[in-house]
């Protein structure tokens, strides 16, 4: 008896992983990054809005600035309460790929709900899935977007 159950054990736990592969949820709806770019996260806990340094994100490194809020009742599209006691984890990756950032992100809260995300490295052109866990308290939620990545022209930007 205890060989089935240990079986039986084994399997149920096996089952959800073979369920829930990698390439099942690896390609996600690529977004235009926009400035300022508002956003819930993946269950709608928390607000968020993202920027970047430059305006726009492109190969090489980026410094973003990431907002968390709690949502406005009155207002779902508004920023909402900025949370300044988060915790942020932040990784980029390509899709069908095995390439992902081997940067080091360096996370400073600025105030208001407000962090910067400094040294998000993107080594090359193409499509980058980039989630964000985010920790207050015991909540736990994740973000995850998808953008198309270019080599971009700082030189000749204002």
């Known amino acids: 008896m205890n060989r089935i159950a240990a079986a039986a054990l084994a399997f149920a736990l096996a089952t959800p992983l073979a369920a829930c592969t990698e390439s099942e949820d690896e390609f996600r709806s690529v977004v235009e990054f926009q400035d300022g770019m508002g956003f819930d996260s993946d269950t709608g806990a928390f607000r968020l809005v993202l920027s970047a340094e430059r305006g726009d994100i492109g190969v090489g490194r980026n410094d973003l600035v990431l907002r968390v809020g709690f949502h406005d009742p009155n207002d779902a599209q508004a920023e909402g309460r900025g949370i300044p006691s988060a915790e942020l984890f932040v990784d980029a990756w390509m899709p069908g790929a095995d390439t992902s950032m081997q940067s080091e992100v360096e996370v400073t809260y600025l105030g208001d709900g407000a962090y910067a995300l400094d040294n998000v490295v993107l ?20 973000a995850s977007l998808a953008f198309e990545v270019e080599e971009l022209d700082y030189q000749h930007r204002n």
């Open 123 to 142: 080594t090359e052109e193409g499509v980058w899935n980039i989630d964000i866990d985010i920790a207050v308290g015991d909540m736990v939620e994740g």
